[in-house]
Nanobody
Framework: QVQLVESGGGLVQAGGSLRLSCAAS????????MGWFRQAPEKERDFVAA????????YYADSVKGRFTISRDNAKNTVYLQMNSLKPEDTAVYYC????????????????????WGQGTQVTVSS
């Protein structure tokens, strides 16, 4: 069973950048596709980005495409989310999640496919 811990959230002005990290332990990190999701106050949790086991394949929500980049370092058991050109509407709690169900090159956008979740990190973008 894998444990996930996010870090790197904080308060940033619109147009700024943040880099989120998610450190995994207790499992074989390279066997999980990874995803980032976010939940704004009084809204449902939404998909942000996903990356395959090897890191070769990535996928983004339209709302963040071109601004956010997901990456992973399997040697460090860590997945990252680089967020640039941040907007106030990016304000949310960001969660990383591990998906043990996909093929080596696959990923999921459906949160119910992800069996393991971190506790979340708050990102606040001021206007």
């Amino acid at each position: 069973q894998v444990q996930l811990v996010e870090s790197g959230g904080g308060l940033v002005q619109a147009g700024g950048s943040l880099r989120l990290s998610c450190a995994a332990s207790g499992g074989t990190f390279s066997r999980y596709a990874m995803g980032w999701f976010r939940q704004a106050p009084e809204k449902e949790r939404d998909f942000v980005a996903a990356i395959s086991m090897s890191g070769r394949n990535t996928y983004y929500a339209d709302s963040v495409k071109g601004r956010f980049t997901i990456s992973r370092d399997n040697a460090k058991n860590t997945v990252y989310l680089q967020m640039n050109s941040l907007k106030p509407e990016d304000t949310a709690v960001y969660y990383c999640a591990a998906d043990p169900t996909t093929s080596a090159w696959g990923f999921n956008v459906n949160e119910y496919k992800y069996g393991y979740w971190g506790q979340g990190t708050q990102v606040t973008v001021s206007s």
